[in-house]
């Protein structure tokens, strides 16, 4: 299992952070003794309120940003909810109860949709630009929060996969259960807010809160140019 770390002075609180941006800048300056600058690292957000988080991280960091694709398994009848993810890269997370409430054909067809809608998102936000290199790369993969823990279990996995060869994870929130599941997986887990639950929601940890679309993210991944030549 590896190493789990936490802000004890932001443990358990609520309303922490100003927003997602902020939240990356609290990440950054606590992990800048053992990051900022590292060779061979890269940080990596999980779409798509990982993004401002990861922007304010990397900057900070003084590391290059890239994204890895990850997509939650919903429920058709509760969006909310889920049940499992998949990556980019084949690597599938589905709950052993799963089968159990929808049944087999239920799950076959919610991952075929789902990897359908992941597709499209890695054409509107990468094209035709391959993947990050990660072969024996150093990788900080980021999130906005952890609930279940499942997307950020399989982004872990897809790193693994690709070669990394240290795989770390820094969220500004996180549930105490998530936290240790994905503590299993990564090589060390920094989680600036723990909170215990249920019931827990990563809002809870911002002032300012709102779901981001497609088109946000790609302007914030790619902001327009501004000034004449």
């Not at 606590?30 to 690292?41: R, S």
């Not at 909310?80 to 990556?87: H, I, Q, R, T």
């Not at 820094?170 to 723990?194: C, H, K, Q």
């Amino acid at each position: 299992m590896g190493e789990l770390r936490t802000l004890p002075e932001l443990r358990g609180r609520t309303r922490v952070f100003a927003d997602r941006a902020d939240a990356g800048r609290v990440l950054a300056r606590w992990l800048e003794p053992e990051w900022k600058g590292a060779e061979g690292g890269i940080v990596l957000a999980v779409l798509a309120g990982g993004v401002p988080v990861g922007l304010e991280l990397a900057r900070g960091l003084e590391l290059p940003l890239d994204l890895i694709f990850v997509r939650k398994l919903h429920f058709p009848d509760n969006p909310e909810a889920g049940f499992g993810a998949l990556g980019e890269g084949g690597v599938l997370l589905i709950d052993p109860d799963a089968e159990r409430w929808l049944g087999p054909e239920g799950v076959r067809a919610v991952v075929a949709e789902e990897r359908r809608a992941l597709a499209e998102r890695i054409r509107r936000l990468r094209g035709p630009r391959p993947p990050p290199r990660l072969a024996g790369r150093r990788v900080l993969l980021t999130d906005d929060g952890l609930a279940s823990g499942a997307s950020m279990r399989v982004a872990v996995r897809e790193a693994r996969a690709r070669g990394a060869e240290q795989v770390e994870v820094a969220v500004p929130t996180a549930s105490s259960d998530a936290a240790r599941r994905v503590a299993r997986e990564a090589d060390r887990v920094f989680v600036a807010n723990l909170r215990s639950g249920p019931p827990f929601a990563v809002a809870d940890a911002y002032r300012n809160w709102r779901d981001l679309s497609t088109e946000e993210v790609a302007a914030l991944l790619h902001p327009p140019r501004t000034g004449g030549a």
